[in-house]
């Protein structure tokens, strides 16, 4: 069984900035794309960004382009979400998902098998 668990989350004011980090409990870290999404209340979960198992590609939702940044460390088997610029509408639980090898498509929630519990991100105006 896959754990994934997120730290990192907070209260933070617009403007300001966050770094969420993620480890999995998995045997080979590197072959897995890692992702985040985050929901806010009342909305359906949504697409933030992801990594390749590489770290060579990533990919971001339009309302975070320019501000997030997803990396990973291979060695520490752990991806990083940095959120700078931070808006009170990036209020919301983030959730770090999973999947082993290559999706079809990076953004698509049922692509990932593994997710973590959450971690509220609160920004304040």
């Known amino acids: 069984q896959v754990q994934l668990v997120e730290s990192g989350g907070g209260l933070v004011q617009a403007g300001g900035s966050l770094r969420l980090s993620c480890t999995p409990s998995?045997?080979?870290?590197?072959?897995?794309?890692m992702a985040w999404f985050r929901q806010a209340p009342g909305k359906e979960r949504e697409f933030v960004a992801a990594?390749?198992?590489?770290?060579?590609?990533?990919y971001y939702g339009d309302s975070v382009k320019g501000r997030f940044t997803i990396s990973r460390d291979n060695t520490k088997n752990t991806v990083y979400l940095q959120m700078n610029s931070l808006k009170p509408e990036d209020t919301a639980v983030y959730y770090c998902?999973?999947?082993?090898?290559?999706?079809?498509?990076?953004?698509?929630?049922?692509?990932?098998?593994?997710w973590g519990q959450g971690t509220q991100v609160t920004v304040s105006s």
């Open positions: 998902a999973a999947r082993q090898n290559y999706p079809r498509d990076y953004t698509m929630i049922n692509e990932y098998n593994y």
């Open positions: 998995v045997r080979t870290f590197s072959i897995y794309t």
């Open positions: 990594i390749s198992w590489s770290g060579g590609r990533t």
